[in-house]
């Protein structure tokens, strides 16, 4: 059902960005080429429509399930096409590596990197569809969605064999800058529980005290249920730069979210942030404290890390 909590219904608007557009109108492609701002409306009408349909039917009962199904369904295409591209970039640096300067190998590497910057447009079109219908879906039910899961032959350069290089280099230093952040990170865990109003605002609060720390931190998680939705939300609605360390079940099993706090570890974080049990008395009666925000918190203290846990408002 939508959410009737306004503490929770933050309008996300994307953020202004012309690249994708400047990239699109690069591609040379003689039809016309979908806007961003066009991009954007589509992912916002899909998740309206797919809510207003279901709203009040008995389809409601699975409403998470299918909204995450057409938001998931954009992000399965993205990885899709982007796995694509980087095949053309394969064959693009076969071609580089093997360039014996004929018109043949010209014309083939042109091709290679064409499709690769169309891929390229393509991922990045979807994604913004994507992330449009995820923050329709969010603005709607307060629920947060994340994803689970040689040497050159020839004394010269050709202008494909230029264009290649740039293109392989400017897609691997703009998901290095993806990956990277400068400023402070700040790591929080907290259980899957604690995701009660109590537990929501005293987690807005530490989060608000970090950020006010802290002013260009990111924000550290493993993106788990819970407590963690309600960090990752946080960020959404600050404008935050959003890490995550999933935990990886199929690689380490049960050890999954302690192998995660290794990796939140790893970040270096300026602070750690942990809430262990909910801060709602009829939560917190009914099981023992999260493990994994446990370990994070004595990690934390081994590394000489500041660790804070979150704790409910003095009276």
Known sequence: MHSSNPAFITAFAPKSDTAFDDLAAALGDQRPQASEEALVQLGRA????????????????FQTLLGEALIGAFHSAAGRIERDADRARDV?????????????????????????????AATQ????????????????????WTAWRGSRRGSF???????????????????AE?????????????????????DAARIFDALNWALAEWPDMALATTGAKGAEKLAIRWA???????I???????????????????????????C??????????????????????LNLGQKAMEQGVRHLAVRSRPH
């Open 272 to 293: 750690c942030l942990t809430l262990a049990r909910s801060l709602d008395a009829a939560s917190a009666a009914d099981g023992r404290p999260f493990g994994p925000a």
């Open 92 to 120: 693009m640096r076969r071609l580089d590596r093997d360039f014996d300067g004929s018109e043949a190998s010209d014309v083939e590497l042109q091709e290679a990197t064409a499709r690769a910057r169309a891929g390229d």
């Open 178 to 198: 993806d990956a990277r952040h400068a400023g402070p990170v700040v790591a929080f865990r907290g259980a899957p529980s604690a995701d009660a109003a109590e």
């Open 125 to 144: 079109a979807a994604e913004r569809i994507r992330d449009a219908a995820s923050a329709a879906w969010t603005v709607s039910t307060g629920e947060v």
């Open 244 to 270: 995550l360390a999933r935990a990886d079940f199929d690689a380490h099993g049960k050890a999954a979210p302690f192998r995660a706090n290794d990796d939140l570890i790893a970040l270096e974080p300026t």
């Open 236 to 242: 959404q609605q600050k404008g935050v730069t959003l």
């Open 157 to 175: 350069l050709t202008a494909a064999q230029l264009e290649a290089k740039q293109a392989i280099r400017a897609v691997r230093d703009r998901r």
């Open 46 to 61: 899909l998740m309206t429509e797919l809510l207003d349909v279901i709203a009040d039917t008995a389809l409601e009962d």
